[in-house]
């Protein structure tokens, strides 16, 4: 896997921490699934899954990590 694909899903990773941050921030986190926090959690799941059927899974720790995260909040559908 490539730099820039990894720095991709770290990307997302981040994104999710800063949404959630913020949710938290407004007391909006634990009110329920929130909206923004789903949009968020679906996109990142679907870009994770198109990355690593194409390139496999991250092959660095941080990477890893990150992705672990993203997939921990993958919802059934």
Do not use: K
Request: net charge negative; proline share 1%; no cysteine.
């Amino acid at each position: 896997m490539d730099e820039s694909l990894r720095a991709e899903i770290r990307g997302m990773d981040e994104e999710d921490q800063r949404v959630r941050a913020e949710l938290l921030a407004t007391g909006e986190l634990f009110r329920g699934y929130n909206s923004r926090m789903e949009a968020v959690h679906f996109q990142n799941s679907g870009r994770l899954e198109q990355i690593v059927e194409a390139y496999g899974w991250p092959d660095d720790w941080e990477t890893h990590e990150a992705a672990f995260r993203i997939v921990g909040t993958r919802r059934a559908s």
